[in-house]
């Protein structure tokens, strides 16, 4: 679950790590009400990044500056993403910029703290190009992340006195939000120099979505849409796409498979969902509703393997909410012939093999033989 920069800049308060002073705006209008001292930096709030090249960061020295950025800003689109709102907050004099975040290294399998002197810019682009400047340490679980970790990696990045005290006094606490809050990323960059002092002048922060049931304080995540927030709470993993064929299947890597069947074919699925293993008659008659409530969806194309998931269960579930679309099926696995009994009495046969299957679902889509 993605925040936004003011969200994310909100917790860092809350871990009291410096920030600029700032509000948001979801109106051009509201900019005269803002009462922070000129010069502003306004900045579009999306889910997204490269929002400086798409024009939507800029800085006012003055009132009218300050209206006609808010003006070209809000309503934009970036990257596909409408901007709602606006982040307004004092414009500050850097003197010198780093790189600090905490992440979850699957490789490490712990949290990694990485820090850089070439902040500012993509860290991609900094390991890419010079990964020299790029320091690393992964943080033991048991210990965590000490203030003496912090000291030793900012002398990597050849800070001392009163920034290397500042730099431990962030890393530190940037760290506590990432386990307090469950954070898969929590980053700043940049980690400015400003006056003297250590400024957080950005902020990204990723909360694991596993872990979101247990911080009821989070906003709304605005990346999913009502569909998928409705699966959500039915158990059910759904992700929206872009075509016309519906997708169910039992298992990530069967769905995922699924998918790209149907785009070999020529088709386009309309979206990822998993029941599961395991799933119930229950479970089967919720997903074929989630499914069918997305506009543009033509066919409807269910690849079940029964191992856990009893092929019985499914086709009862079927039986039970027989979908609108045009259905393809593919069964086989535990109760495979009870399943298929099941579904003749209702009307539809079953295939086999699941090429013929996503064959036939692009072909009723339009998209193919």
């Known amino acids: ?138 943080v033991d679980p048991f210990l965590g992340f000490r203030p003496f970790h912090a000291r030793e990696l900012g002398r990597r990045l050849g800070l001392s006195g009163a920034l290397l005290g500042d730099f431990v006094t962030v890393a530190t606490a940037l760290y506590r939000l990432c386990e307090g809050e469950d954070a898969e990323l929590a980053e700043i960059n940049p980690l400015a120099v400003v006056s003297g002092r250590l400024l957080a002048v950005d902020a990204k922060v990723i909360i694991d979505d596993n872990a979101v049931f247990r911080h009821a304080e989070l906003p709304t995540n605005e990346e999913m849409t009502e569909l998928e927030r409705a699966a959500r709470a039915g158990g059910l993993s759904y992700v929206e796409l872009d075509g016309d064929i519906a997708i169910i299947g039992n298992g990530a890597g069967l769905v995922m498979s699924t998918l790209d069947m149907v785009a070999h074919f020529g088709g386009a699925p309309a979206n990822f969902l998993d029941v599961g293993g395991g799933a119930t008659e229950a479970n089967m008659r919720q997903a074929i509703d989630i499914v069918g409530r997305k506009p543009g969806v033509r066919v409807l194309f269910v690849n079940i393997f029964g191992g856990i998931t009893r092929c019985d269960d499914i086709a009862r579930g079927i039986a039970a909410n027989r979908p609108a679309l045009p259905l393809v099926v593919r069964l086989t696995g535990t109760n495979e012939d009870e399943g298929r009994r099941i579904l003749k009495d209702a009307g539809f046969d079953a295939f086999v093999e699941p090429e013929s299957a996503a064959q036939r679902a692009v072909a009723l889509a339009g998209g193919g033989a």
């Open 1 to 138: 679950m993605k925040l936004h920069e003011y969200q994310a800049k909100d917790l860092f308060r809350a871990h009291r790590i410096p920030v600029q002073n700032g509000t948001v705006i979801e109106r051009a209008d509201e900019i005269d009400a803002v009462s922070l001292p000129y010069p502003l930096v306004l900045k579009a709030q999306v889910l997204v990044g490269g929002r400086g090249k798409a024009g939507g960061i800029k800085l006012a020295a003055t009132p009218e500056d300050a209206r006609r950025h808010a003006a070209a800003i809000l309503g934009m689109s970036i990257k596909g993403e409408t901007v709602r709102r606006l982040l307004v907050a004092e414009a500050v004099d850097i003197a010198a910029e780093y790189y600090l975040a905490f992440i979850v290294d699957r490789g490490a399998r712990a949290l990694s703290a990485i820090a850089s002197a070439a902040g500012g810019i993509d860290i991609e682009d900094v390991a890419r190009t010079a990964p020299e400047k790029i320091a690393k340490a992964a």
